[in-house]
């Protein structure tokens, strides 16, 4: 591979990484486990597992990433997931 297909190739993916965004799911009192992990199976489409860790990531550390994608998909998402009472934002 030539330098200048490698730098092009570095380019694309630097773009289509600036393109994404993230639903980032932050930490409450009010909401338990099982709630949270079924909302996200629902919502995000987790496996049980990768719910139930995210769940556990933002309880330990007040904030998760549970999504990453283009903002058209993840805006329905983050409205669920804020109808459902959770607190989640865009980022």
């Known amino acids: 591979m030539s330098t200048k297909e490698k730098v092009s190739e570095e380019l694309l993916l630097e773009e289509e990484t600036a393109n994404q965004n993230e639903i980032v799911l932050f ?3 009010v909401n338990t486990f099982d ?3 079924e909302t996200l199976i629902s919502v ?3 496996t049980p ?3 139930e860790q995210c769940s ?3 309880h330990y550390n007040g904030k998760c990433t549970v999504k990453t ?4 998909d993840l805006e329905p998402r983050c409205t669920l997931l804020l109808q459902a009472g959770l607190s989640a934002e865009i980022v």
């Open 69 to 72: 994608g283009e903002y058209k």
């Open 56 to 58: 556990l990531i933002v």
């Open 49 to 51: 597992e990768q719910a």
């Open 27 to 29: 930490n409450d009192e």
């Open 44 to 46: 995000c489409e987790h």
């Open 35 to 37: 709630h949270v992990i």
